[in-house]
């Protein structure tokens, strides 16, 4: 890869990561991702803004040869997880002289994540700023976007913000820039949705002191950068408003079939009804696609045949998946089927401890679904209906 140019005297030093399709062994990533590094000129002084991940060191290396790098003396780490600070050591080995500037937990978990010298360090507080001689860099400390310790960048006379984290997309891409923002809004919701949807409330409140900022640019450390600011604010305040959509997610397991009915009739049921539905089989499901669907939803049913005493360990994942993620859904329920007795309801409904949900009457059965169970179906897809009726729904 090579270093380009964001704006005079501000690189791109990162690299893209085309065939990784997996982050933290746990989230897809269908597109692959970047790591963004940035490296800003002042007339005074040189700052990097974050590294990258330990496996594309070596890219970061060269991008600052290339430019001619070389001496920096301000490394910004913006968070400590490892894909952004996980070269860190091999630039301070390359740059003995380099300052790790980070806010004081920042600096103990790069102190015990990667044993970098607590020596190093100069710390930072919300608000502080580090001149560069033209140009002034000024830190907000912002907890749990997405770990205790995140914190933003702004570069003050450019109006730049370099968020790391927060409104970034897991995209591998040419584009230094956004150029499509119709494909960029599946990527952010994507990677809202399975990392930032947890800490929505706090982030809510942070959106607010973005916003004045007024940057002229957002330049994330995962993604294409924001030219346009307004798009990717404005997702976010919708995203992560209390508002949710008239939508049924409906993720389901199937072993024989009789579940696989009962969802079948429940779509068409709720879709007669003018509700939107999205079923996920999680046998073959992207979990990614799952938790976008968790984004706007209302209402989320559990589709589960019983194994032995519980549910299906497919949807047990996905259940303590989606409380995890915690959310905005308002309503929950369960569908299934069962050979012998079990206790799947009572299973699911405790797992879901971190959300805030009405629990609405489910409709389990014996073998098949028959007459009385699609009655059942229709009973609990009025049930919704009247419910999103009753609510601050977003069409
Ligand atoms: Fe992209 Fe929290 O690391």
């Known amino acids: 890869m090579v270093a380009r140019?964001?704006?005079?005297?501000?690189?791109?030093?990162?690299?893209?990561?085309w065939d990784r399709r997996l982050f933290d062994e746990l989230i897809p990533l269908p597109n692959g991702t970047s790591y963004?590094?940035?490296?800003?000129?002042?007339?005074?002084?040189?700052?990097l803004i974050d590294t990258v991940d330990p496996t594309k060191e070596y890219e970061l290396i060269s991008n600052l040869v290339k430019i001619g790098i070389e001496q920096i003396d301000y490394v910004i780490m913006n968070h400590a997880e490892q894909d952004h600070s996980g070269s860190l050591p091999m630039i301070l080995e390359f740059f003995p002289d380099a300052v790790v500037v980070a806010n004081e937990k920042c600096k103990d978990f790069l102190v015990a994540l990667l044993h970098v010298d607590s020596n190093k360090f100069k710390v930072i507080g919300d608000r502080d700023t580090?001149?560069?001689?033209?140009?002034?860099?000024?830190?907000?400390?912002?907890?749990?976007?997405?770990?205790?310790?995140?914190?933003?960048?702004?570069?003050?006379?450019?109006?730049?913000?370099?968020p790391c984290d927060l409104f970034g997309s897991h995209i591998a891409t040419s584009d230094l820039f956004i150029k499509d923002e119709r494909t960029i809004y599946i990527s952010a919701k994507r990677y809202y949705a399975?990392?930032?949807?947890?800490?929505?409330?706090?982030?809510?409140?942070?959106?607010?002191?973005?916003?004045?900022?007024?940057?002229?640019?957002?330049?994330?450390?995962?993604?294409?950068i924001y030219q346009n600011p307004s798009f990717i604010l404005d997702s976010y305040f919708d995203w992560t408003s209390d508002s949710v959509k008239n939508e049924?997610?409906?993720?389901?397991?199937?072993?024989?079939?009789?579940?696989?009915?009962?969802?079948?009739?429940?779509?068409?049921?709720?879709?007669?009804?003018?509700?939107t539905v999205k079923p996920f089989n999680l046998s073959k499901t992207d979990v990614g696609e799952l938790a976008m669907s968790l984004v706007d939803?209302?209402?989320?049913?559990?589709?589960?045949?019983?194994?032995?005493?519980?549910?299906?360990?497919?949807?047990?994942?996905?259940?303590?998946?989606?409380?995890?993620?915690?959310?905005?859904?308002k309503f929950v329920?369960?569908?299934?089927?069962?050979?012998?007795?079990?206790?799947?309801v009572d299973v699911i409904t405790k797992m879901l401890d971190h959300v805030k949900v009405d629990v609405l009457e489910p409709v389990i059965v014996n073998g098949l679904p028959d007459e009385k169970a699609f009655r059942g179906l229709d009973r609990l897809a009025d049930d919704i209906l009247k419910k999103h009726k009753e609510i601050k729904i977003v069409e």
Not at 195 to 218: C, E, H, N, Q, S
Not at 307 to 320: C, E, I, S, W
Not at 333 to 344: A, D, T
Request: aromatic letters at 12%; a positive charge; charged letters at 15%.
């Open 36 to 47: 963004n590094a940035y490296l800003i000129k002042g007339s005074k002084k040189t700052a």
């Open 333 to 344: 329920s369960v569908i299934g089927s069962y050979g012998w007795g079990g206790k799947c």
């Open 248 to 275: 049924v997610v409906i993720p389901y397991v199937s072993m024989h079939g009789s579940t696989l009915k009962m969802v079948e009739y429940f779509t068409d049921a709720l879709l007669s009804r003018g509700i």
């Open 194 to 224: 399975e990392i930032m949807m947890p800490f929505r409330i706090t982030i809510r409140g942070y959106l607010d002191k973005v916003r004045a900022l007024d940057p002229t640019m957002i330049a994330p450390s995962h993604g294409s």
């Open 130 to 162: 580090l001149s560069l001689g033209d140009r002034t860099l000024e830190f907000l400390i912002t907890p749990w976007t997405h770990w205790p310790e995140t914190q933003l960048t702004f570069l003050q006379e450019d109006r730049i913000l370099f």
């Open 5 to 17: 140019e964001v704006c005079k005297d501000i690189f791109w030093v990162g690299a893209l990561d």
């Open 297 to 329: 939803a209302a209402t989320v049913v559990i589709a589960t045949p019983t194994v032995l005493f519980g549910p299906h360990p497919q949807v047990v994942y996905a259940t303590y998946l989606a409380n995890l993620l915690k959310p905005k859904i």
